[in-house]
């Protein structure tokens, strides 16, 4: 099952969420569509949050993983520190029901619309992340930014998600590449739903759906990674990688 973080992960985060100044921790909860002028929402907090999110991240893993290149860091962090990942911590947080609360009276349906919404959630959660880091510091935000991020991190070191770079890898063995078209699109503007088909020499090899494009193509290339003849290429090409562990 895939590693998600729980209320002992984001604790020393929330304890410091509930520690904020009331202006920013006002902020933080603020829909642009909920204001006059956007910079009052929380999209500047977001900015900065998403900067002290990488930050933190990278100068955890650095030091633990040494024989790693700057690529596969790279690809690790980008995992971690993604939407989805972003959003499951501010689940954890009470993102939801703090936004609930926060939304102006008498916005009904649609206060519920932007709390379900996997990009807002995540959004809330680098803006909290950007308001604790002005608070307080990077010295106190960092160690609980790694926390609630540590499930995220150890999922993609486990299961890491670059599918199109595996799957092309793969291909090139047959001297084959792979394509992406979109097919579809749906939903509201704030929460699209885009539906990608992978294509190796225009015939089908994998459909996926994603909140964003390039989520999409990574399932595509996971449900064309799942195919027989990709499968056995991947296991064989297995027995042919050697063993890059990181240091414990």
């Known amino acids: ?131 604790t880091y002005l608070a307080f510091g990077i010295e106190r935000v960092a160690p609980a930014v790694v926390a609630a991020f540590a499930p995220a991190v150890q999922e993609a070191l486990d299961h890491p998600e670059d599918y199109k770079s595996l799957l092309q890898e793969r291909l090139a063995r047959r001297a084959e590449r792979v394509s992406y078209r979109t097919v579809g699109e749906s939903g509201p503007p704030h929460d699209r739903l885009f539906v990608v088909v992978a294509e190796v020499e225009d015939r089908e090899v994998g459909r996926g759906e994603g909140k964003t494009k390039k989520a999409a193509e990574q399932h595509a290339a996971a449900a064309a990674l799942e195919t027989s003849n990709l499968r056995r290429d991947v296991e064989a090409g297995s027995q042919d990688a050697g063993p890059d562990a990181p240091r414990r």
């Open 1 to 131: 099952m895939p590693r998600k973080p729980t209320a002992d992960n984001v604790q020393s985060l929330a304890d410091l969420l509930e520690q904020l100044p009331e202006d920013l921790a006002r902020q933080a909860f603020t829909h642009a569509s909920w204001v006059e002028h956007r910079a009052e929402s929380y999209e500047r907090l977001a900015f900065l949050g998403d900067v002290v999110l990488s930050l933190a991240v990278s100068t955890d893993l650095l030091p633990r993983f040494e024989r790693y290149g700057a690529g596969r860091l790279t690809k690790v962090r980008a995992q971690a520190v993604s939407g989805p990942a972003c959003a499951e911590v501010a689940v954890e947080l009470g993102v939801p029901n703090r936004l609930r609360a926060a939304a102006p009276k008498g916005l009904g349906r649609g206060a519920e619309v932007l709390v379900g919404s996997e990009r807002v959630l995540a959004s809330v959660c680098e803006a909290v992340i950007g308001a």
